[in-house]
């Protein structure tokens, strides 16, 4: 799940990308004037030359609106898998899930080195190592593998959803692997490179267990999840998980406090 302003608007912050968003974490009817201020705020950014980012537009991820046609009432969007024509009343009426998001690119801000790698620290440290606490119905950071190791424990556990985690996940670690590859680039001291590289090791490490996670619950099929053997073997995992993703994290928290 996205905590929709806060993850992706510091994302882009960090970058030097000042943006407006129109989002709720569910859509809801009854907020006013949502429609009309997204066709809005998607004209006015379009006729600026400026692509926006909008969850779902054909299918259950992120895709880009790049026009509009004001005669026929509609939007040109594209995602990662086709590109296509939807009406204007379909903006935040996904058939797959009832999130609601556009965002728009407003201006391009010069920000210094020390401002982006302490702002991308902060940020990964809010998400990653504490539950964030950002007035919705998630549980974030470490405390989730707690929360997914209950659901596990009272038999609560989703087939499909489960197995679907593991790959959101393996994605998201392998991702941090990159990145802090990439990352690693912002720093010219020993300490900097240093903590950096055993944070990227050790996300790593992740990797290979969220890989030994989904060996037990392949995606789509899911495996099963009630059996008490792989029950058993999944919490062993997800604890071996949070430990050193923990240790993955505490490096950069080190880092970001030895810059403070």
């Not at 990964?124 to 919705?136: E, R």
């Not at 197995?163 to 912002?186: C, G, M, P, W």
């Amino acid at each position: 799940m996205y905590d929709w302003d806060g993850v992706i608007s510091k994302g882009l912050n960090n970058l030097g990308l000042v943006s407006r968003v129109i989002g709720y974490s569910g859509y809801h009817i009854e907020v006013p004037n949502v429609l009309n201020n997204s066709i809005n705020l998607i004209k006015e950014s379009v006729q600026r030359g400026v692509p926006l980012i909008m969850w779902e537009p054909l299918g259950p991820e992120f895709g880009i609106i790049y026009g509009y046609n004001d005669e026929r009432q509609t939007l040109y969007v594209i995602d990662a898998e086709r590109e296509g024509e939807i009406p204007f009343d379909r903006i935040g009426r996904g058939s797959d899930t009832p999130e609601f998001y556009v965002l728009s690119i407003e201006e391009v801000d010069q920000i210094s080195q020390q401002v982006r790698i302490f702002g991308s620290l902060e940020l990964i440290l809010k998400y990653g190592l504490n539950d964030a606490h950002d007035s919705w119905e998630f549980s974030t950071g470490l405390p989730a593998y707690d929360a997914w190791i209950n659901a596990f424990i009272s038999k609560k556990v989703d087939v499909y959803g489960n197995s679907y985690n593991i790959q959101v996940l393996k994605n998201a670690r392998t991702s941090a692997v990159v990145f802090l590859d990439k990352f690693k680039s912002e720093f010219n001291d020993e300490q900097g490179i240093n903590m950096i590289v055993q944070s990227r090791n050790s996300f790593m490490k992740v990797v290979d267990l969220i890989n030994d996670l989904e060996s037990l619950f392949p995606y789509p099929s899911g495996g099963n999840p009630q059996d008490d053997g792989r029950s058993m073997k999944a919490i062993q995992l997800i604890k071996e998980i949070k430990e050193t993703e923990k240790n993955a994290l505490l490096h950069l928290k080190t880092l970001k406090e030895s810059r403070t």
